[in-house]
């Protein structure tokens, strides 16, 4: 059994692939001089249009496996397909485009080693085209406790929306009773997913060192064109609380306030990150509905956070789309110029 499974899904990232499987299966992801990290990795070539089949083809490495689909389904059933094909203790989704970081697979083996956790999330870094990266929003979230359950670190889930920041213990993986392709439509089937995970998992690790390369703005991709599909992530949340509406009724352990209000706190949070990839002429429509959960969702005895995103949370509470419309542009550039200084 190796120890790590690396799935990929592959999909019209004919430009990137090469570079992907190379800082997976390249000496880069390994520790200098260390032993080689217990691998193997699973392709999912999900009918891709391009020269991304002959890519893989032309990969000679007795560690890669190629499955190939007859009709894309998108990413959330291509992981599922890999997930399920896959042999090692644990499993890591990395999106073809994106690459890991040098010495990021020998990192992840010591961390899997030492913690043993059911979920072990690593920082990351984006990618843009000219070259140029920054830090993710969410490291100051990796600097708490090593490992523990949400409880003892409810800021993690801020870090939900990816799933490729985190290594899934396989049985833990395979034990939620939800998949990617039945979470919901892309862009965000990895939403209920990440969340339940985070809310359930008993041991939850953490590595505060970059291990992704998260590639943006590319072209093609979902969060590099306005589209209708971000109101799916209205019905992904729905998942996430639907999960506190059936525990209401159980005995303890009763869910945390501070867990709680950490899910709602991120739910908000990602549908204002959303609302200038929605088409323009639906945003006010698309705010309605993130001010109508915020009201729904909305924590007893709820405190404002300081700063801009307090000021944006009570826009949102009020269901002002006009005021918000104004800040948000400025908001938005004056955190853009900030992540890449």
């Known amino acids: 059994m190796p120890l790590i499974s690396v799935v990929i899904p592959v999909h019209g990232v004919?430009?990137?692939?090469?570079?992907?499987?190379?800082?997976?299966?390249?000496?880069?992801?390994?520790?200098?001089?260390?032993?080689?990290?217990?691998?193997?990795?699973?392709?999912?070539?999900?009918?891709?249009?391009?020269?991304?089949?002959?890519i893989l083809a032309a990969r000679d490495d007795p560690r890669l496996r190629v499955?190939?689909?007859?009709?894309?389904?998108?990413?959330?059933?291509?992981?599922?397909?890999?997930?399920?094909?896959?042999?090692?203790?644990?499993?890591?989704?990395?999106?073809?485009?994106?690459?890991?970081?040098?010495g990021a697979l020998a990192a992840v083996a010591e961390a899997l080693a030492r913690l043993r956790p059911d979920v072990l999330i690593t920082d990351f870094e984006n990618l843009y085209p000219d070259g140029t990266t920054s830090p993710s929003d969410g490291a100051?979230?990796?600097?708490?406790?090593?490992?523990?359950?949400?409880?003892?670190?409810?800021?993690?889930?801020?870090?939900?929306?990816?799933?490729?920041?985190?290594?899934?213990?396989?049985?833990?993986?395979?034990?939620?009773?939800?998949?990617?392709?039945?979470?919901?439509?892309?862009?965000?089937?990895?939403?209920?997913?990440?969340?339940?995970?985070?809310?359930?998992?008993?041991?939850?690790?953490?590595?505060?060192?970059?291990?992704?390369?998260?590639r943006r703005a590319r072209?093609?991709?979902?969060?590099?064109?306005?589209?209708?599909?971000?109101?799916?992530?209205?019905?992904?949340y729905q998942?996430?609380?639907?999960?506190?509406?059936?525990?209401?009724?159980?005995?303890?352990?009763?869910?945390?306030?501070?867990v709680y209000t950490a899910v709602f706190e991120r739910a908000i949070w990602h549908y204002t990150t959303l609302l200038p990839l929605v088409p323009r002429r639906r945003r006010r429509e698309f705010f309605r509905r993130m001010s109508a959960d915020f009201r729904r969702w909305r924590p007893a005895g709820y405190q404002f956070p300081p700063g801009p995103r307090g000021a944006k949370f009570r826009l949102v509470a009020r269901g002002a789309y006009g005021a918000y419309a104004l800040i948000d542009p400025v908001n938005r550039l004056r955190v853009r110029l900030r992540g890449r200084k």
Not at 160 to 170: G, I, L, N, P
């Open 14 to 54: 004919e430009a990137y692939l090469d570079r992907c499987l190379d800082s997976v299966l390249g000496p880069a992801g390994q520790a200098a001089g260390g032993t080689p990290v217990s691998l193997e990795v699973i392709a999912v070539d999900d009918a891709s249009p391009d020269r991304c089949g002959a």
């Open 67 to 102: 499955l190939t689909t007859s009709a894309a389904g998108g990413p959330g059933p291509a992981r599922d397909l890999g997930a399920k094909e896959a042999t090692g203790e644990y499993v890591w989704f990395v999106d073809g485009d994106d690459e890991l970081a040098e």
């Open 239 to 258: 998942q996430v609380f639907n999960y506190f509406s059936e525990r209401a009724g159980l005995p303890a352990p009763a869910i945390p306030p501070a």
């Open 219 to 236: 072209r093609g991709s979902y969060l590099a064109t306005a589209s209708a599909a971000n109101f799916n992530i209205f019905a992904s």
């Open 140 to 214: 100051r979230y990796l600097r708490g406790p090593e490992v523990g359950p949400l409880a003892a670190n409810p800021g993690l889930i801020h870090l939900t929306m990816t799933a490729w920041s985190k290594v899934f213990r396989r049985d833990f993986l395979a034990g939620l009773g939800l998949s990617f392709g039945s979470a919901g439509p892309a862009p965000h089937e990895d939403v209920p997913v990440t969340a339940l995970a985070l809310l359930t998992a008993g041991r939850i690790g953490v590595l505060d060192r970059v291990c992704y390369r998260y």
